[in-house]
């Protein structure tokens, strides 16, 4: 099945810095999904995003679904502590194939 | 609340031992997937299920089993034929429909070997 390449694999940075982490693919999706899970829980849905080229926010968070439809990046500003997780990057191609990235652990020191 | 409910938080097997995960949606939801989640991976696709009494293996479905006789409920068996059980196992759901509508998740289910 497609691969999701996600970078990078960690994050150490100061509170207040803003954050850049992408996703890319060697097949295309037809939808990009922005994930975040904090230790022993679930992932919780950010941001989706339908259509090639298509920017979308969520507060501090901006993500974009790349004109190839084999990318996408989030980014994060003036983060904050509670910040701190794993965020996940999942493509879709069809209503059942949903693929995800490994992941990229955040860390915000205050 | 409308949510997905995952249970036991934690749970142990026994060697030789099948073992079921619990997983309910009350969200009305006709799509039920089953991940498995080891650290520094992405999740991994065990099984899921689109309608009622349909299922399909996903990526690694070998030594699971699964279940959907109720649209709310969707029961993983991890049987003694899976032989590295160890993980996080986590339930999403979503609603069927023309575009890509987001999986949403449970909160887990920590497996470890006694």
């Known amino acids: 099945g497609q691969q999701l390449n996600q970078s990078p694999q960690s994050m150490f940075i100061q509170e207040g810095e803003d954050v850049s982490m992408n996703c890319t693919s060697s097949?295309?999706?037809?939808?990009w999904l922005w994930y975040k899970q904090d230790p022993g829980e679930g992932p919780v849905l950010l941001i989706a995003?339908?259509?090639?080229?298509e920017l979308t926010s969520n507060g501090r968070l901006t993500a974009q679904f790349g004109i190839t439809r084999k990318d996408s990046f989030l980014n994060i500003s003036a983060s904050i502590p509670s910040d701190v997780g794993i965020y996940f990057c999942a493509g879709c191609y069809n209503n059942n194939d949903m693929r995800f990235g490994a992941g990229t652990r955040l860390t915000v020191k205050p | 609340d409308g949510g997905i409910t995952q249970s036991p938080k934690y749970l142990f097997r026994k060697e030789g031992q099948n073992v079921t995960l619990s997983c309910e949606q009350n969200?009305?939801?006709?799509?039920m997937y089953w991940y498995r989640q080891d650290p520094g991976q992405g999740l991994r696709l065990i099984y899921y299920?689109?309608?009622?009494?349909?299922?399909q293996k996903g990526d690694i479905a070998e030594g699971y089993s699964v279940s959907r006789e109720k649209k709310e409920s969707f029961p993983l068996t991890v049987t003694s034929a899976q032989k590295n059980p160890t993980a996080f196992y986590l339930c999403?759901?979503?609603?069927?429909?023309?575009?890509?509508?987001?999986?949403?998740f449970g909160d887990g289910t920590r497996l470890s070997i006694l």
């Open positions: 299920s689109q309608i009622v009494n349909d299922f």
């Open positions: 995003l339908y259509k090639a080229g």
């Open positions: 999403a759901s979503k609603r069927q429909g023309l575009s890509n509508q987001p999986q949403h």
């Open positions: 097949s295309i999706f037809n939808t």
């Open positions: 969200l009305n939801h006709d799509a």
